[in-house]
């Protein structure tokens, strides 16, 4: 029976290479990217059955990669390996389109088991937020959509703002004029009612699309 292919993507380069020998023993490795962008090109590329990813990357978030993702190749499945062990992050996650949940302090095996149930077409959660997910999404019915009063492009915008680009930098990453850059970075500030960079990224670390 043929191995599945797997796409890992993590910014940190050493537990990419250790995740790395993990997976090559049971499954087909295909590709391992370290930001979100690469992500979406590798999957573009190399058509994975699964794709392993981290939350936290820089360019562009694992939640909105995911999300990007389950719009252009809805087949693929997707498992979350990530420090966040928080069930509102979980939640996001699985409203963005991941079907498994894992943190990197969960066992080697749980780690496998969740890629072998995905692929299958089942869902995992790991046992260490499972318990309390379920009252997470009953509450969270009603609320606010997922990445609250922006748009998509504004999160990208926001993210590279946060990350410390330029407007000239997030033009380019964006594929978009520098002047569209500002008209996106002025009506962000519009929305969340703020009027500096800091509270910006505050806002940005609180959805998740960079690491505090």
Request: charged share 25%.
């Amino acid at each position: 029976m043929p191995k599945v292919r797997v796409l890992l993507a993590d910014d940190h380069v050493v537990v990419a290479q250790g995740l790395s020998e993990l997976l090559k023993d049971r499954f087909d490795l295909i590709g391992v990217v370290h930001d979100g962008r690469a992500l979406l090109e590798a999957a573009e590329r190399l058509h994975p059955e699964v794709i392993v990813t981290d939350i936290s990357m820089p360019l562009l978030n694992g939640l909105d990669a995911i999300r990007q993702l389950r719009a252009s190749h809805p087949g693929v499945k997707v498992v979350v390996l990530t420090v966040h062990g928080d069930t509102q992050t979980a939640v996001s996650a699985f409203r963005a389109g991941a079907r498994g949940y894992v943190l990197k302090v969960s066992p080697e095996e749980e780690f496998i088991a969740a890629i072998d149930q995905v692929a299958k077409g089942f869902a995992y959660v790991t046992p260490l937020v499972a318990k309390d997910l379920i009252d997470v999404l009953i509450e969270a019915r009603g609320k606010a959509p997922e990445g609250g009063p922006l748009t998509p492009r504004q999160r990208e915008v926001l993210q590279l703002i946060a990350e410390g680009r330029t407007m000239k930098e997030v033009a380019a990453i964006l594929n978009i004029s520098p002047r569209t850059a500002e008209s996106h970075k002025y009506e962000i500030m519009q929305t969340l009612g703020v009027d500096n960079v800091t509270a910006l990224i505050r806002y940005a670390i609180r959805l998740k699309l960079i690491a505090e």
